[in-house]
Structure formats: structure tokens, C-alpha cells
């Protein structure tokens, strides 16, 4: 209806800053970086995992380049195991930890586990299904409205998540 009115359901509405998603970084130079600031982007979202050594290496050039420019948010998907980030975590904390907003599925979730997330603000996505567990342990949510009741997610979680990030499903 609004859109055979000519009107805008947006006119009123604040729309935040939006991340870029990086698949590969092979791909991504030190001009990407100044491109996406100059776009007016606030974050990357890197998806990781595959190739984790020669990602960490380009990743490390990211993070010079937009130190204090852009937050980064990593993605795992589940590729590693727990052990695995654990190690590749702590061998990178030191430059990783000022310019990371969250990382998104590291390894399988448990809330146990999840807690031990050397202050990194852990993301739940695929990992689990976030009511049936109540995202313990988890500090955002990434709900996809297309695959999730935004409402049901709402009310059942209200009490427990600190963040929400709106995406689609890829």
C-alpha cells in the first residue's frame, strides 16, 4: 500500500550504520579499508576458519588499518574445534582484543565452554537453536528474521540477551 502511495515506510525511521561482509580476505586490500570508511561503514564482519594461518596473517593487516576506524566481527561457523580457537585465540589476543566487537559460532556451543571466551563478547548464530537453550553463556544474537519469530525470540529472551544484530540468511 505505501509503496502504491508513493510513501516511504522509512521516512521516520533511523536506520544504523550496517556491517560489510568480508568472505575471503584474499581479496581485501589496504584501499578496501579506506573505501569502507569513506562509505560510512562502522564494522567488518569477517568469515574465518578455512585457511586459519593465512587468514590470522591478513587479518593482522586489517586490524592495523582500521584500528580505531572500524570494529571487526568474526565468524567462525563452527569450522574449529574448541581447542583450536582456544590456542588461536590466545596466540593473537593481543592485537585482536581492541578493535573486535564480537565473534559469531567459534566452535560448538556450550555454555560451559562459551564462558570461557577470554572477554570476547561471544555470537550465537547457527550454533544452536537460541530458545531451546535460553543463549546461555552468549552476549549477542544474531537473528535472521527470515528463519526466526523475531516476537517469540523477543519475549522468551527478553531477560537474558544483551544485543541483537538484524541480518538476512546467506
Not at 570461557?116 to 537453536?129: M, N, T, V
Amino acid at each position: 500500500e505505501a509503496r502504491s502511495q508513493g510513501r516511504s515506510l522509512f521516512a521516520d525511521l533511523s536506520i544504523p550504520a550496517s556491517h560489510q561482509l568480508i568472505l575471503n580476505l584474499e581479496d581485501f586490500s589496504p584501499a578496501t579499508v579506506d573505501e569502507l570508511i569513506s562509505s560510512g561503514y562502522s564494522h567488518l564482519k569477517i568469515k574465518l576458519g578455512s585457511e586459519l594461518e593465512t587468514e590470522t596473517s591478513k587479518l593482522q593487516q586489517i586490524f592495523r588499518l582500521a584500528r580505531g576506524k572500524l570494529s571487526v566481527r568474526l565468524d567462525f561457523n563452527l569450522v574449529l574445534s574448541e581447542l583450536e580457537f582456544t590456542r588461536w585465540a590466545k596466540a593473537n589476543m593481543d592485537w585482536l582484543f581492541e578493535s573486535v566487537d564480537f565473534i559469531e559460532d567459534p566452535f560448538q556451543y556450550s555454555p560451559a565452554t562459551w564462558r570461557q571466551s577470554f572477554g570476547f563478547e561471544l555470537a550465537l548464530d547457527r550454533a544452536e537453536d537460541p530458545i531451546s537453550t535460553r543463549c546461555q553463556a552468549v552476549d549477542v544474537l544474531i537473528v535472521k528474521p527470515d528463519i526466526h519469530d523475531v516476537e517469540i525470540l523477543h519475549e522468551t529472551l527478553k531477560d537474558r540477551i544483551l544485543r541483537y544484530v538484524i541480518t538476512n540468511n546467506l
